[in-house]
């Protein structure tokens, strides 16, 4: 009598979430990625930055904002389709961040909160990829703590006057459209309740981009300082109204929570993958590192993680396709899921061995990729004050 035993494969993408449309998104993203990214992956790293024309060619084949209403030039799709985007874009690398903040964390309070005007003149550019966004939050004195910014944009008339400066900008240098934070009422009490978020142009007089920042990890993705001095903006430019920046912001972090904790999965899962396939190559005292007791318990142990990471992501990306307010188990997955991601890069690389301390190896750009992810998207220090708020504490 013969056994068959079936193989577990932690390494399908059959997502909850996941139709057949986007499987089928997912497909034409893979082999596009496959022709116009892998190959020249490694030399992007290098340069510092992904070229702006990629993202032309990305906006030709529908995968920048694929959330955008068809008025507007978009295919009008559910959020999952941000999700198979973040995911595909993570297994490439980190440093593909930048299309994923465009398609999902900015352009969205583009579509929430601009006029019919705003909307009508930036959205089927930002689709096509004829414009690139960037949020401009963080400031060299200011991080999770938006309330506190000093960037100030006065009012002249029909115009604000933009002075102040924001660091570690994603798309800081490729971008054409800055969604830039500001104290539009430096007095206001709470200060939050002076924040305001205004669309700058890149070629507004007044704004220079400062240096390209050389990153740990995830180097591809150009993140630049920008700098104001007496920029004027059209008041036309304003996102919503005045005053209410910090509740626009506010609004949209589910979301890109949702997303940080997505990409770091995908990562893991990736190294996983790799890890697998070398220690069963790899061999030691005259056998695959595989076949050794402690192998197997660090890969079980993983593979366990990523698999309770799936369910969990899976599950509250449903209930946020259904407008559910789940701040606070977004906030659980956004810490949890990134800190296991880092975990996994350090446990990895030790099983590597002295190769995974080596360029030549993936696991060493992943090892520095993740890094920063639980200190982005709020740090996970403050993924955790927000957990224990909404318990009472």
Known sequence: MSTTIKTFDLFKTDRAFCSP??????????????????PYYEEWEENGLIPRELYKKMGEQGFLCPQVDPAYGGLGLDFGFNLVLSEELSRVGGGTSGANIHSSIVVPYLETYGTEEQKKKYLPKCVSGEILTAIAMTEPGTGSDLASVSSTAVRDGDYYVLNGQKTFITNGFNAELFFVVVKTDPKAIPAHRGVSVIMVDGNTPGFSRGRKLKKLGMRASDTAELIFEDARVPVSNLLGEEGKGFYILMDKLQQERILAANGAYAQAQEMLKSTIAYVQERQAFGKPISSFQNTKFEIAEIATELSLA???LDDLAIRHMKDENIVTQVSMAKWWITDMARRTAARCLQLFGGYGFMEEYPIARRYR?????????????????????????
């Open 369 to 393: 990729d993740i890094a920063v992810l639980p200190i982005a998207a709020g740090s996970n220090e403050i993924m955790k004050t927000i957990i224990a708020k909404n318990l009472g504490l």
């Open 310 to 312: 799936k369910s969990f």
């Open 21 to 38: 449309e986007h499987d089928m998104f997912r497909t034409s993203l893979r082999k596009f990625f496959e022709k116009e990214v892998i």
